[in-house]
T-cell receptor
Framework: AQSVTQPDIHITVSEGASLELRCNYS??????LFWYVQSPGQGLQLLLK??????LVQGIKGFEAEFKRSQSSFNLRKPSVHWSDAAEYFC????????????FGTGTRLKVLA | DGGITQSPKYLFRKEGQNVTLSCEQN?????MYWYRQDPGQGLRLIYY???????QKGDIAEGYSVSREKKESFPLTVTSAQKNPTAFYLC?????????????FGPGTRLLVL
């Protein structure tokens, strides 16, 4: 069955520090992978997505993610975090075939210290 | 500007009452979705619609109903059968449902029980 796991519920980093948010997926074929961000009380916005090809993908707001098939991971990274990056981040996986499935992880809440 | 609107922002439900959440999009998307968001549980799919006059149950459809009479609109009714309706409800849309489409989200409706 298709699934996605975000093992970190909360992460706190200092402004200017680097960031890595973890995402592990389970899917039989090559998945479609996404990262979304949600500011408090708002809807979700797409940061980046991976379908195929280059395993390092660039997104908006200076974020990037790397697809590692051997580790079933799609971790989100940012070299230097800004206070405005404080939000909740969701990894999602879309089914490549069969019955429609688009599953979200449980989210990681990021706190940024000034 | 193209986007998704949800109304109201806050909604209060009395015991035994049905309430309807509005979702409208002007992105010309065929697919629309309703998600429920609870703290620590991520997004759970309630219903989705791939085309006008058609919709499918998601993972937690019990106690909810939808209609899709127009491409632009996908209202969600929370019925009295939903015993724990307090949550944040998000509507989304996408071009299609192959699994590789970006989902575009509205700002959400927070439902509270009086």
């Amino acid at each position: 069955a298709q699934s996605v796991t975000q093992p970190d519920i909360h992460i706190t980093v200092s402004e200017g520090a680097s960031l890595e948010l973890r995402c592990n997926y389970s899917y039989g074929a090559t998945p479609y992978l996404f990262w979304y961000v949600q500011s408090p009380g708002q809807g979700l916005q797409l940061l980046l997505k991976y379908f195929s090809g280059d395993t390092l993908v660039q997104g908006i707001k200076g974020f990037e993610a790397e697809f590692k098939r051997s580790q079933s991971s799609f971790n989100l990274r940012k070299p230097s975090v800004h206070w405005s990056d404080a939000a909740e981040y969701f990894c999602a996986v879309g089914a490549a075939s069969g019955t429609y499935k688009y599953i979200f992880g449980t989210g990681t809440r990021l706190k940024v210290l000034a | 500007d193209g986007g998704i609107t949800q109304s109201p922002k806050y909604l209060f439900r009395k015991e035994g009452q049905n309430v309807t959440l509005s979702c409208e999009q002007n992105l010309n998307h065929d697919a629309m979705y309703w998600y429920r968001q609870d703290p620590g549980q991520g997004l759970r799919l309630i219903y989705y619609s791939q085309i006008v006059n058609d919709f499918q149950k998601g993972d937690i459809a019990e106690g909810y109903s939808v209609s899709r009479e127009k491409k632009e609109s996908f209202p969600l009714t929370v019925t009295s059968a939903q015993k724990n309706p307090t949550a944040f409800y998000l509507c989304a849309s996408s071009i299609g449902t192959s699994g590789r489409e970006t989902q575009y989200f509205g700002p959400g409706t927070r439902l509270l029980v009086l």
